[in-house]
């Protein structure tokens, strides 16, 4: 039985500030730079429906690399296994999540669909006649995951990301030529740098890691959100590649699928207990949140929430 004492869990934030000054804000998007490194937030959704919080859970985060688990279900759903993973693979990699390296290998075919590559051949398969009609699909599956009818995205960040995202262009541009993708780069572009500024608050992030925790379930009413075997797939990767190239280490540290974004949040599904979601933008040098990810291997210490 878990038992999450909201007294408890706000010395664990204060405890994991302290690491802040370690950590730095990402400002390769610029509109992201303007966030407090000294912020650090959590909620937890309970099974009987209770949320355990602390911080300031009503700031929004922008989801950045956590929808890319969110675009994988809904586009496992539309297409299937086996027209996904033809394009896009299942190996993790010790390789910047926005490295072009691999790529230059034979086959091109990205290695996972966490890194920036994959995440863009996933986002090209969402499927809709227009940039627009594709999001407004992503999204609507996004408020119901997290019970949400409010959630959109961040234009400004969106916007942000758009106009500096030069490494994804070539990403696309390298996956066009060995037909990988074919759509035209501008507007993929497009479509993933919306579906990067989706934002949502903590509270939204833990419900959606509740739902992935009961196996695609709406955790009020028992309703399938996503087929048994997305959600099995969505966690396997959140296991093997959702923290980018220190995936490794966090399974050991921590132990629990998780998926984080360079914004500072971080979706975690422990299955069958609970669904978490962290906001903490002092990043380490892999991208993670550096207080959330301390925040979380208290959690997972105090409460034995390893999967393992
Ligand atoms: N929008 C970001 C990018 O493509 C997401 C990266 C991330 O959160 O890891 O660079």
Known sequence: MLVYNQEELVRFVEEAKQYARY??????????????????????????GRVVDAGDVTVKVTLQSISK??????????????????????????????????????????????INAGALVVTSMIQ??????????LLA?????????CISYSDEVAR??????????SLCYFLKQHRIID???????????????????????????????????????????????????CKTFMVTCGMYNSSGEFAIKVGIPAKSGVSGGILAAVPGRCGIGVFGPALDDKGNSLTGVKLLERLSKTYSLSIF
């Open 69 to 114: 688990i969110i675009a994988l279900a809904l586009v496992l759903i539309d297409r299937g296994e086996d027209e996904v993973f033809h394009k896009v693979g299942m190996e993790p990699t010790d390789y910047p999540f926005h490295s072009i390296a691999k790529l230059e290998e034979k086959p091109a075919k990205p290695l996972n669909p966490m």
């Open 183 to 233: 759509e035209d780069v501008e507007e993929l572009m497009e479509l993933y740098t919306k579906q990067c500024a989706i934002e949502m608050t903590c509270i939204d992030l833990a419900r959606i890691g509740f739902v992935l925790a009961l196996d695609g379930r709406d955790p009020h009413s028992s309703e399938p959100l996503m087929p048994l075997d997305v959600a099995r797939i």
């Open 23 to 48: 950590g730095k804000v990402a400002d390769y998007i610029p509109a992201l730079g303007k966030a407090d490194p000294n912020e650090l937030s959590i909620a937890i959704y309970t099974p009987d």
């Open 141 to 149: 599956f996004v408020r119901r995951l997290a019970g949400n009818e």
């Open 160 to 169: 942000s990301e758009f106009e500096t995202a030069f490494l994804n262009r």
């Open 128 to 137: 809709g006649s227009s940039v627009s009609e594709r999001l407004e699909r």
